[in-house]
């Protein structure tokens, strides 16, 4: 025989022992069968066969009442308290002995949990007619003269408490329960909304950035396709790397666009999977842009986890690209990794470029410092960006695991 084969009938029992319906049995069992004998007498001496298939007349339809408790809550309630009723009427007027109340605390239970507030007063106000019945027979019947008093007292200091504390708990569940489906609701309708923006995010990436994209690589590719000799000297090779950058850039969006239309995708999760290691492609693309970049690390390079890793990544690109966009060509940049008790990454130009007059900063966003604040708040790391000499300097501090707990900025 398989393992699966095997596997199956072990999984057939747990999953009937999970069953809604046999924990229901077992909870009425658990509760009719004290029942019977706290508030009855079938074992006793004297007792006939005729008052012991009266009690059990009177547990099945209560059995059967407290299986269906869940489905069918107000009709289970109704059959459990008439049961406890006829049978204390009975005891009351003849020589039967039976003042069943646990059957009636079980389904007062449910029906304040599971049924609205009218209907649970209701119930609780109907579970003391059981319970008055109880007390008066003991009150009348049972109690020692002199000693009826005391026992009248000791019977309300009974049921009164315990119908009491079965109802609130019961109403205290209902609570609960409508706090988690409204937890559930809102949760739901975040996630729609985050759904929906993501949605529009990637429309509007895809209208705007893409094609702009699109369309910067389709004219440096018809740019190179009319010759050498149409183009100033060196061109034709800018026009090579703005197509070789822009058709990167499309891979990025393309992915970016699928992570964005993936309901419970992240965007950190498949974002091309970058890191420190791939630092020196992004260093040589900027040497190509006419900006000087030395990498300095410092240290024994250590395990990062993916999202730490990525993270470090973005900082050196945003830095490397600001020094480009803003110090521009003939600039000099310094990209210092120090690896230590938490990964430390410094970013220093000098400023000695020809900056840019228009374009540095038509080309800026405005949002890339933002944008690695936040990130490096997202680890509990420290972001640090302001002139340095005559250039600029961006250093940050991150841990070399994420934090158990990370705290988002703002």
Known sequence: MSTVAQAQPAADRRRWLRSTRLQDAALALAVIVPEAFF????????????????????CVP?????????????????????????????TITTDFQFTPYFGVLVALYTLA?????????????????P????????????????????????????????????????????????????????????????????TQIARELHDIVANAVAVMVLQAEAARAAGP?????????????????????MGELRRLLRLLRTADATVEAGAGRRGLADLAALLEGVRQA?????????????????????TAYRLVQEAVTNVTKHAGPGSRAVVRIDWSDVLSLEVVDDGAGRPRTGPGRALSTGHGLLGLAERVALFGGELTV?????????????????????????
């Open 113 to 129: 949990r599971d049924g609205g507030r009218s209907t649970g007063l209701a119930a609780l106000a109907g579970a003391l007619v």
């Open 131 to 198: 319970a008055g019945l109880a007390v008066w027979y003991t009150f009348d019947q049972l109690a020692v003269p002199g000693y009826r008093t005391a026992a009248l007292i000791a019977g309300i200091a009974f049921y009164l408490p315990v119908t009491a504390a079965t109802w609130g708990v019961g109403v205290w569940g209902r609570a609960v329960a409508e706090a988690a489906e409204r937890d559930r609701r809102e949760l739901a309708r975040a996630r729609d909304a985050v759904r929906h923006e993501r």
């Open 39 to 58: 508030f009855g007498d079938p074992v006793a001496p004297g007792t006939t066969w005729r008052k012991q298939l009266e009690l059990v007349a009177l």
């Open 386 to 410: 302001g002139p340095y000499h005559d250039g600029f300097r961006v250093a940050a501090t991150l841990p070399l695991s994420p934090t158990p707990d990370p705290v988002p900025p703002g």
């Open 62 to 90: 209560e059995f059967l009442a407290l299986l269906y408790r869940r489905r069918l809550p107000v009709p289970a309630f109704a059959v459990v308290w008439a049961v406890a009723v006829c049978a204390d009427l009975l």
């Open 229 to 249: 000799a149409a183009l100033p000297p060196g061109a034709d090779d800018a026009l090579g790397r703005i197509e070789e950058v822009g058709r990167g850039a």
């Open 290 to 310: 006419g900006v000087t970049v030395d990498l300095e690390v410092r240290g024994t390079p250590a395990h990062l986890d993916d999202s730490v890793d990525l």
